[in-house]
């Protein structure tokens, strides 16, 4: 048996950490057991260690520990976690107990939560289409197996539907294999919680989830636990289970203010916003975690929910977000004001792997060139937009009115559709040349000729 | 020996470390841990450790090794793929997984393969020899001729050297000085933080050719000099990076990935071998040296592996290259020193930086040159900097810190990259000063016609922004024919000649001819417009002419088939202006 010191030296208590003195060589980020005079125990992690005093953060409330009563013992370990297969289907806690009322989980093994960072070389390049039947995303911002693509959103935008829509209908073409999903809710309100409960028990998803909840009213500190509890979970088995894993975690401005607020009572100088210099690296170390391993036959996307704080995209969260993931699927306030779901504002947005996804053999041949085409004429069209707004409708130039009218088709044909339409691939692409023909074909520069005399529809002789 | 005393994320205090040196590398801990001494206070040693520390304790062990960070050069570094300290990302894989495990240590150049060498003409053994000679060579790739040179501090008379087959640590000469002898073997190391010296740095006058017709035709940057990229996410940083390591005109290419996603250097480890070196048919990986420390590794790492790039880079630079040093992105580099700092709990600058942030970017860009290096020959470092400012505002420390060093500046612009338009350099606010510089070049090797047409695309790319500012407010209709056709022209230069698609097989790269016939294609239809205008021709009949179509079709043309398609397209303008005018005549004469 392992013999187990209890130390009765907390010298300070301040926001979520704890300062035990007279601790001799405690190891960085060892876990250790903090127990209240009422027997109570929760769990915290070293920050900070010397010969004499260990810096411990502690997830959960500070609340009712005592300087002279309350004991801390290391247990010599870092934080490690169960991870089975028969995680599916449960839900757990935002620090990986079971919420659910069933029995408890037996465990495979234990992972260290921080995982490790893949080697580059042993990184395989995604390169399989999932079709969400979402046009806006399969058209334009073509979602890959082993991608990170968030989500950017705001208050009042239908983030969870999106969500919740693309776990419902993500298949990789011609397979009909489906995800094993892992989710992880940060911070999230019991409503938002429910909403996705019920949606993935509706479509039988639950079966094939493993859920990670920490509530809005939950210890905010171990927000910082949950994301890599799943990410534990997801990597072992996409890694040895083989099995294709989709992370969901939201709401990721959550989990950056919890950093913050651990931040600020280390005391450390802040960066940006009050957010930590090393937020970069740190969400890196969160988001890095999906892809392919080279000989593994499983895989991990992640859909990352970011609720940009009044809209703006600089704002550190997004914006130290977009320079880690493989893009990013921008929901604009304005579209979905106009009524339009899932009101995706492709100018925002961006896919970084979509080149390698789609081609011939994939999606199809024309998938490139109608793509660009269709983000440069809804480009014109803005521009044609503003214009009007200055100098009236009236005024506009014939090309102009032309793109103009190209716009409001693009808006509503194309990026919307219904919470539960499934369109495929083709019938995207249809609709996009369906929008291209409206233009005249010499301006479609952007598209090779032999697919413009494939697919362009010539308008009936008038 | 010392023991560690105090543990804090990348940063490790350890006591008894008396006798050690600043910039010294230790091994932390009972795991041995790389670490590198970044403050000496009396006995005790700050050490910024190059693994995550997780898991160990004070009162494990700190051992100096006494010798400064340093890199290995020998033959061997060409393809291959290195970690921030140098650390074979192959050799890893091997010894701990696809994860990367830690206090794995592994020789950055393989001990056991075997070379040829060659003994260098002119050279024998009596030959006095001095720091930075070239004794030999090794035919390293197809591609590449890796000479072998004394190694620094080393002077005195050469003998034993013979031709043979050698690893890099056996001896293959002997360097003696007065009888105090030397051995020499192919293997050197050079510390990462000290400029190698040179004999004397040169003007640059050469331009680097890149293939990407925006950089070329209007902001080129010279053989030896510095660019940097920055822009907000998503603007094309990266591909724009990627692009010019591909197509870039230099001998060798060292590329850095630092702090940035690990599925980038995958794409690249997937794509060279496959790419060919456009001016030698060779696979690009037998001329590029990779150095990936992504995002998630650990961050002391990626301090350093701008500093290990580019003393690979003066490696190649001092064998006579001409080397192309990309770092993207030196943000997460300066970040990396900002987190190292703030944990020393030095007295923070600008927005969390340490004061001395602009003095190392600085230290850093002086590193390039065209130079003729101590073995004599003349070699250069176009050093290529990525930025990622956050949110995209340049005012930012690094933003500004590089700006003030670096003489080119690709502005990548969000709107443009919106639009899908690649590469989203903007032309407005770009520029390169070494214009006057390259000239003399463009003159010689391209005629007078190339920087006139420079000075004149750029003219029109200004007139056509201020005109389309006078369209907002008026509409287009406003404007007279002449200004219209400005209009046209300028979206003619922007969409026919500087987009360019990174991910198609022709567009992908453009050859300096190709891109000054098209150039002048356009400048041909605009002199033949306004001779039209000028004729009276009303304009939407202009408009109309369907050489315009093939116009916007030129980036389309073969390499071999340049030459074919300038006269073709010449003649076709002429010959359907001429008509146009005709046609309008004949209908006023009615």
């Not at chain 2, 903007?426 to 391209?446: E, H």
Request: aromatic share 8%; with cysteine; proline share 4%.
């Amino acid at each position: 048996m392992k013999f187990e010191i209890e130390y009765k030296t907390i010298q300070n208590v301040a926001g979520p950490l704890v300062v035990v003195g007279k601790v001799r060589n405690a190891q960085y980020n060892e876990i250790v057991k903090i127990k209240l005079h009422d027997g109570e125990e929760r769990l915290g992690q070293v920050l900070d260690t010397s010969s004499t005093q260990a810096v411990v953060q502690v997830f959960g409330p500070t609340n009712g520990i005592n300087v002279s009563t309350t004991s801390v013992s290391f247990l010599g370990e870092t934080f490690t976690t169960g991870v089975s297969e028969s995680m599916l289907g449960r839900v757990f806690d935002g620090q990986g107990r079971p919420r659910d009322m069933s029995a408890g989980v037996s465990y495979e093994e234990r992972r260290d939560i921080n995982g490790a960072p893949i080697n580059p070389v042993s990184r395989q390049y995604p390169s399989d289409f999932i079709e969400t039947g979402i046009s806006a995303i399969d058209g334009l911002d073509t979602l890959v197996r082993g991608q990170k693509l968030p989500i950017f959103s705001s208050s009042g935008l239908p983030h969870n539907q999106l969500a919740a829509q693309i776990t419902r209908q993500a298949s990789v073409k011609g397979t009909s294999e489906s995800f094993a999903v892992v989710f992880a809710g940060i911070g999230i309100t019991y409503d938002d919680y429910r909403y996705f409960f019920d949606e993935f028990k509706k479509t039988g998803a639950l079966r094939n989830t493993a859920a990670f909840i920490n509530l809005a009213d939950d210890p905010s500190i171990e927000r910082i636990i949950t994301p890599r509890l799943a990410l534990t979970t997801a990597e072992f088995l996409a890694y040895e289970k083989g099995m294709h894993v989709l992370v969901i975690m939201t709401d990721m401005t959550n989990y950056a203010e919890s950093l913050r607020e651990l931040s600020s009572a280390r005391e450390e100088v802040p960066g940006r916003r009050g957010y930590p210099g090393y937020m970069y690296t740190d969400l890196a170390s969160l988001y890095e975690r999906a892809g392919l391993v080279k000989g593994k036959p499983g895989s991990i996307t992640q859909l990352d929910i970011v609720t940009m704080p009044s809209d703006d995209v600089t704002h550190p969260i997004p914006d130290l977000t977009g320079y880690i993931t493989e893009g990013q699927i921008n929901i604009s306030r304005d579209l979905v004001n106009k009524g339009m779901y899932p009101g995706i504002q492709p100018l925002g947005s961006l896919s970084r792997l979509m080149n390698n996804g789609i081609g011939p053999g994939k999606t199809r041949e024309d998938h490139k060139g109608v793509s660009d085409q269709l983000y440069g004429l809804y480009a014109k069209a803005q521009e044609a937009k503003s214009l009007s707004a200055i100098v009236g409708a009236e005024a506009l130039s014939d090309s102009d009115k032309k793109y103009l009218k190209f716009g409001e088709d693009f808006e509503n044909r194309f990026l919307t559709q219904g919470l539960y339409e499934r369109r495929t691939i083709d019938e995207t692409l249809d609709i996009g040349w369906d929008l291209l023909s409206e233009v005249p074909e010499a301006e479609l520069t952007r598209v090779k000729r032999e697919y413009i005399s494939k697919y362009y529809k010539k308008k009936a002789e008038e | 020996m010392g023991y560690i005393e105090r543990i804090s994320g990348p940063l490790v205090v350890a006591d008894d470390m008396l006798g050690s040196n600043m910039y010294d590398v230790v091994k932390v801990g009972n795991d041995g841990l790389v670490g590198e001494i970044i403050q000496l206070r009396g006995p005790k040693a700050v050490i910024q450790v190059y693994e995550e520390t997780t898991g160990i304790r004070p009162g494990e062990k700190v051992e100096s090794t006494g010798l400064p960070l340093s890199v290995e050069l020998a033959p061997g570094l060409l393809n291959n793929i290195y970690d921030g300290i140098q650390r074979p990302l192959e050799e890893l894989r091997r010894k701990s997984g696809a994860f990367i495990g830690r206090g794995i240590s592994a020789n950055s150049i393989d001990r056991n393969k075997k070379w040829k060498l060659f003994i260098e003409k002119g050279v024998k053994n009596g030959d006095h020899v001095k720091e930075g000679h070239i004794i030999g060579y090794v035919q390293e790739t197809e591609l590449i001729k890796h000479y072998i040179m004394i190694p620094v501090g080393v002077e005195g008379k050469l003998s034993g050297l013979k031709e043979g087959t050698y690893r890099v640590e056996d001896r293959i000469a002997t360097v003696d000085k007065g009888g105090k002898k030397f051995e020499i073997t192919m293997l050197q190391k050079r510390s990462v933080r000290k400029p190698q010296s040179f004999r004397q740095k040169f003007r640059s006058d050469e331009p680097l050719t890149t293939g990407m017709r925006i950089i070329d035709g209007l902001f080129p940057v010279a053989k030896g000099g510095t660019a940097a990229i920055p822009g907000p996410f998503g603007a094309g940083k990266t591909v724009a990076s990627h692009s010019i390591a591909k197509y870039a005109d230099s001998d060798i290419v060292v590329m850095i990935g630092c702090g940035e996603r690990g599925n980038e250097m995958t794409e690249v480890l997937v794509e060279f071998p496959e790419l060919k070196d456009p001016k030698s048919g060779r696979p690009l990986t037998e001329r590029t040296v990779l150095i990936a420390n992504t995002s998630n590794m650990p961050v002391a790492a990626r301090e350093a592996s701008i500093y290990t790039g580019v003393t690979i880079a003066e490696y190649f630079r001092d064998m006579g290259y001409n080397v192309t040093l990309l770092a993207d992105s030196t943000s997460r580099w300066a970040e990396a020193m900002r987190e190292i700092s703030a944990r020393l709990e030095e007295m923070p600058g600008e927005e969390g930086y340490p004061a001395y942030l602009p003095k190392r970017l600085a230290e850093y860009y002086e590193r390039s040159g065209k130079v003729e290096a101590l073995s004599g020959r003349t070699g250069s470092i176009t050093l290529v900097g990525a930025v990622s400012p956050p949110g995209g505002d340049l005012s930012e420390p690094v933003s500004q810190g590089t700006l003030r060093v670096v003489k080119t500046f690709w502005s990548l612009d969000a709107s443009l990259a919106n639009a899908r338009h690649f590469p989203s350099i903007n032309w407005l606010t770009s520029y390169s000063l070494y214009i006057n510089d390259l000239k003399p070049w463009y003159d010689k090797n391209l005629g007078e016609e190339f920087a006139e047409n420079r000075a004149e695309t750029m003219r029109i790319l200004q007139k056509e922004a201020e005109l389309k500012d006078i369209v907002q407010l008026v509409g287009a209709e406003a404007l007279p024919d002449t200004e219209r056709i400005t209009l046209e022209i300028g979206r003619m230069i922007r969409e026919d000649f500087l987009r360019q698609s990174a991910f198609d097989e022709v567009d992908a790269y453009t050859s300096l001819k190709k891109q000054a016939f098209m150039v002048a294609s356009i400048l041909h239809f605009r002199k033949q417009a306004n001779a039209a205008v000028k004729a009276g021709v009303p304009l939407d009949s202009i408009m109309k002419l369907k050489v315009r179509e093939d116009i916007s079709r030129m980036k389309e043309e073969k390499e071999s088939e340049v030459d074919k398609a300038r006269h073709r397209i010449a003649a076709e303008i002429d010959s359907q202006f001429n008509s146009l005018v005709r046609e309008y005549r004949e209908a006023e004469g009615k």
